[in-house]
């Protein structure tokens, strides 16, 4: 039994043929590669991913046992000027990202759980437009959610740069004055 899932996604992951559909959410854009809408009430609302025929497909995880930040592409067809005007803009660099996969029962055609299984998160750190003579692609990609542990946050100790975000604090009103030594645990 694979650990976390429920009994009837097991049930489902143990048959010959699988269905399962992407649940993809782009910053609030919910769009799915599945034929039909999908309504959700994954992320604490009830929530419509729509068949646009825009979103093509994902590039594989790759998983490995070394610390590494882990990427993916997302293909969107860029035929579309609505996918363009959308995604292919500075504003969408460091957005969200959430990609989810649902399974459904082939003899109902009905979701198997409510529960979708989150496959990746993370935000947007580029993309890319590709043409051809009678087709275009947009190439998103999407680094995982640990991905800015090396950013300088450019925070400085003063009392100024620290009312910024906390203007009624004075906690740091003397963090000018430098100490010579600062005595840490017991006296030996």
């Known amino acids: 039994m694979t650990r976390g899932l429920g009994t009837a996604t097991n049930t489902a992951l143990a048959r ?15 769009v799915t590669d599945a034929p039909f809408d999908i309504t959700n009430g994954i992320e604490g609302s009830s929530n419509t991913y729509t068949a646009q ?6 590039a594989e995880i790759d998983e490995n ?9 997302l293909e969107l067809s860029a035929l579309a000027s609505g996918a363009v005007s959308t995604f292919a803009n500075s504003s969408i660099i460091n957005k969200d990202v959430k990609i989810y996969r649902i399974f459904f029962d ?8 409510d529960n979708p299984i989150l496959i990746f998160q993370g935000s947007i750190a580029g993309y890319r437009i590709t043409d051809a003579d009678d087709t275009a692609s947009l190439t998103i990609q999407v680094d995982s959610q ?4 090396e950013k300088v946050t450019c925070r400085r100790t003063n009392k100024d740069n620290f009312q910024r975000e906390h203007p009624q604090d004075f906690s ?14 017991k006296v030996a």
């Open 16 to 30: 010959d043929a699988i269905v399962s559909y992407l649940l993809l959410n782009i910053n609030g854009t919910r």
């Open 53 to 58: 025929g825009q979103f093509l497909g994902i």
């Open 65 to 73: 046992s070394e610390l590494s930040i882990s990427s993916i592409q």
């Open 106 to 113: 082939q003899s109902t055609e009905a979701a198997i759980s």
């Open 146 to 149: 640990f991905s800015n542990f």
């Open 172 to 185: 740091m009103e003397f963090s000018h004055e430098s100490l010579k030594d600062i005595p840490w645990g």
